[in-house]
């Protein structure tokens, strides 16, 4: 039994007839992160990958700014706790705690109005894509999907070049899902600059703000975006593909980059 | 135009062809809730319904408990603001931020190991429902999803009896579909005890405790649940109906009152 699902008996109505099988579903996780001994976050998620998802979450929160920043991670499965320490310790701290009050869920008002508030700055990459090059990696993310076909309750991310995957992650949460291959990334000594997010999930303002601030300039999803998404890809210079199926997507911003 | 879409400009890729088509997405709009004049939280939602968000969104979070405790709900949609002042005062809302940051989004991590911590009594209504009510439920729920198919980026949420949909509210966020249905049937004085939620969204543990505290006996969603959202339904005595398609379901915790 792999750790990130669980066996459960489910009672199935089907055309009429009606039997108990067996079935299985996503695990769902509490995570809690310290960082530097102080209590941060509790996450929910898939148990897998944990380290990169808690290192993942620092960077997406501006709390770790680059591999040389992590001092040590580590991990207490059975307790459900990762513990961060940084070299740049808690400094940043109160103020992360201030917005995750004003804002429920670490997502900040204040970056709405405009990107620029964020202080990210404009991707110039000149990086380019054809369709076809979506396409087929689309055609790889899916594949490797594994436990979504098992549950159908999970999301998936990639973080890929034109021609391959490079990362890949799922997680019942699809920010999460985000975080961890941006955490493997930064664990293993991967720059991101450049390469490009494959997303199962929605293209809210939150997930073009944790592109942005890796410098990804291609983010492409099988669902739709939202309107802010939109605004805060064209402002920050990534291109935007939404509804990637089969053949067919929709490029939403920055539609230069595909050719 | 309705509030909750915006037109924009879509570079269409299909099958070897390629053009720009108007298209429409889901809009994204920050709501920040003010309980007593203290802010609270920005939550990312659909502008619609703002008063039941927010009344529905305070009283998952405990902080009210009944109609008569809303003394006011004055809402600005130009700032994006909601103002609630309630009988109670603020006398809980530390706690609430305390949660808040020790969870990141609201969502408490000492619910998650016993049902029982959560101080929620178990559900014990008599009521039944035969699969062929859900399909027909169903089937109506999905009719009345507008947003969804004209955007693909949305969630729905609805409340209603074995027979009919009492309310039924579309929202970016599955949380805060949730939360409108519920904060609507507050605001009207209508009993949600022994009436059912249904739901395009996964099914975690956070969306069965927002049932359990409405008295909400049957949980069905077109979508997968988690091992711990199970869990909860088992222990809290909530019927849990998942992939809700067409003929077919799964169900998963309390099947006893399907028939």
Known sequence: MEPDVREVRVWRISEGSAGGVDDVVAREFPLTIFLNDTELVTLLCSPTELKSLAVGFLQSEGLVTAATDVKSVLVDETRGVVRVKTESGTGRMDEVFRRFISSGCGRGATFYSA???????????????????????????????????NTGGVHSAALCNSREIIAFAEDIGRHNAIDKVFGRCLLDGVSTDGLFVLTSGRISSEIVLKAARRMVPVLASKSAPTDLGVKLAVDLGITLLGFVRGKRMNVYANEWRVN
Chains 1, 2 share one sequence.
């Open 115 to 149: 990107a620029d508030a964020a202080g990210m700055s404009k991707i110039e990459s000149p990086v380019r894509v054809s369709s076809g090059e979506v396409m087929s990696l689309f055609k790889e993310f899916q594949q490797r999907s594994e436990l979504y076909r």
